[in-house]
């Protein structure tokens, strides 16, 4: 089977989904057929990509008329919902940028159409979860390495600046997000750094635990884009009803701090730490830790490849809807407990 698939959005995540959608085109298990943006200039440099793809103006026009049986989604957050919805009307296998959705009533609308709509592949764009180094600690995890977790902290820390590189020899870096776009504004973000950046380590905290969290506290904070409708920096703790604890950081305002790791589970017999090449496991007690090196993935490539293998041969999608939904209502609740550290 060849799974002809519509990209509706040609924006910068579209671009990173190539370089997984090209390499599946040249194995003969997918076909770009069809293409959807409102900027034509956007369209034409994925069309170069994909010249053999048919361009509608209209995302309408590609769910009816197109000949997808799947469609990739990666337009602005406040815009997901209406796509993912008429993928499913239409039985249209969906892939889905982060965030899933802004809101649990939202959230709401696409599980009653999931359920009214049996069969269909839904998977949400959680990247990073195909770091070999995060699929090995969830490996261990599993079977047991640590025994009883204590606490799983995530991070996701860098600088952003509108500067050019190399103005200032250390300085931010470029920043895509600038005064007047869809992303400067809370509505159409969903709130602001925690909801877009924020939402890797919430969903790598997410995975890693495998239970939802009972309490939610948090704290939000605009150190560097005072122009920015919503903040910048977040921390959130959380309890989860196994006893254990989990701890997001993550900020446009500064980089990864000294020491952290994307990724640091510990418990009663040690630790699992790591980057998206290397992983350890430090016992608690005695002896080095165990080293692994990993070869460095391209995790957009490898998501649109597991979304194939989904679709395709019916593989078990490590990222579905329900899971999109889940980290969708830690975060809410941490708007929520921010507001209350503002009151």
Not at 94 to 110: H, R
Not at 323 to 328: F, R, S, T
């Amino acid at each position: 089977m060849t799974l002809r698939v519509g990209l509706v959005g040609c924006g910068w995540a579209t671009t990173a989904h190539l370089a997984g959608w090209i390499p599946e085109q040249e194995k003969g298990r997918a076909q770009i057929t069809a293409i959807n943006d409102v900027d034509a200039s956007a369209v034409e440099r994925v069309k170069q990509q994909v010249p053999e793809a048919q361009v509608y103006d209209d995302f309408d026009a590609l769910i009816r008329e197109a000949p997808v049986d799947a469609v990739d989604i990666t337009l602005p957050h406040h815009l997901h919902l209406r796509a993912i919805l008429a993928s499913i009307k239409a039985g249209k296998h969906w892939l889905c940028e982060k965030p899933l959705c802004l809101t649990l009533d939202e959230a709401q609308q696409i599980e009653s159409a999931m359920k009214a709509a049996p069969g269909l592949v839904a998977m949400c764009a959680h990247n990073q979860l195909h770091m070999p180094s995060l699929i090995e600690a969830k490996r261990l995890l599993d079977e047991g390495a640590l025994g009883r977790v204590y606490m799983i902290m995530t991070n996701d820390c860098f600088l952003m600046s509108s500067r050019k590189p190399g103005v200032v020899a250390g300085g931010p870096d470029v920043m895509p997000i600038r005064p007047g776009t869809w992303r400067a504004d809370a509505k159409q973000i969903g709130g602001g750094e925690l909801i877009d950046t924020g939402y890797h380590p919430s969903y790598m905290l997410t995975f890693l635990a495998g239970e939802e969290p009972e309490r939610v506290a948090a704290i939000v904070e605009t150190y560097r884009h005072g122009w920015f409708h919503g903040e910048d920096t977040a921390t959130v703790l959380v309890r989860y009803p196994s006893g254990a604890t989990g701890q997001v950081r993550t900020s446009w305002a500064m980089r990864l701090p000294v020491g952290a790791h994307p990724f640091h589970v510990v418990g009663e017999r040690g630790e699992l730490y790591g980057n998206h090449t290397t992983l350890f496991l430090k016992p608690t007690r005695f002896g080095e830790p165990a080293r692994w090196e990993f070869k460095p993935v391209d995790s957009f490539a490898a998501e649109v490849k597991h979304f194939v293998d989904c679709v395709v041969d019916g593989a078990t999608c490590v990222s579905p809807y329900e899971q999109g939904i889940a980290v969708l209502r830690l975060i809410l609740k941490a708007y929520e407990s921010a507001k209350q550290w503002k009151q």
